[in-house]
């Protein structure tokens, strides 16, 4: 089984929808983050949560919002998706001793017509 | 505001021909250099940490080198196998965000 897991892997939606990516861990770890890959643009980081309690927004962050439920839970919400936010998302967790070596999900391509 | 640009933007190889990547960077406070690996329609995988210049890291064909602006991953007698997109990444003083280049593709021919 994979250590960090997003659901869905592939979204096609449409404008003004909401939309929720869902992504678990199971390498127990406190660090979980959400980025976002475009062609050309690398990839950008949206929200990050050290821990239940602590969420704070990335570089990127207007248009989404986060929940953690659980240590192993970080979902990310489009309240009402447009065109631009279509693009991979990734999940990813860290320990806080190693914060640099991320484990990544698998990604979710999610596509606003 | 961190900056890292990796070079050149896709590469095309043989196999056996060896070469290197280049990523250059700006950061306040280094914490650390970051390689990945990533392949088509998957997520980026760690391959090394660089903590100061001068240090060096090696995995099977792959080593990365660090100077105080630049790293090089040195790709020796590369297979097809080899062919990935490889991303760098540097880690400020601000303890929990990485800045990504925009990656290097490349492509080994057998």
């Known amino acids: 089984d994979a250590d960090v897991t997003q659901t869905p892997r592939n979204r096609i939606t449409k404008t003004g929808k909401r939309i929720m990516l869902e992504c678990s861990q199971t390498?127990?770890?406190?660090?979980m983050y959400w980025y976002r890959q475009d062609p050309g643009l690398g990839l950008r980081l949206i929200y990050y949560s050290f821990d239940v309690k602590d969420i704070n927004k990335g570089e990127i962050s207007d248009g989404y919002s986060v929940s953690r439920q659980a240590q192993a839970k970080f979902s990310l919400s489009l309240e009402s998706a447009i065109p631009n936010q279509t693009a991979l998302y990734f999940c990813?967790?860290?320990?806080?001793?190693?914060?640099?070596?991320?484990?990544f999900g698998e990604g979710s391509r999610l596509t606003v017509l | 505001e961190d900056q890292v640009t990796q070079s050149p933007e896709a590469l095309r190889l043989q196999e056996g021909e060896s070469s290197s990547l280049n990523c250059s960077y700006t950061v306040s406070g280094l914490r650390g250099l970051f390689w990945y690996r990533q392949d088509p329609g998957k997520g980026p995988e760690f391959l090394f940490t660089l903590y100061s210049a001068g240090e060096e890291k090696e995995k099977e064909r792959l080593k990365a080198t660090l100077t105080k602006k630049e790293s090089f991953l040195h790709i020796t007698a590369p297979k097809p196998e080899d062919s990935a997109t490889y991303l760098c990444a540097v880690q400020g003083s601000s303890n929990y965000k990485l800045t990504f280049g925009k990656g290097t593709l490349l492509t080994v021919n057998p």
């Open positions: 390498k127990g770890h406190d660090r």
């Open positions: 990813a967790t860290t320990g806080q001793d190693n914060t640099g070596e991320l484990f």
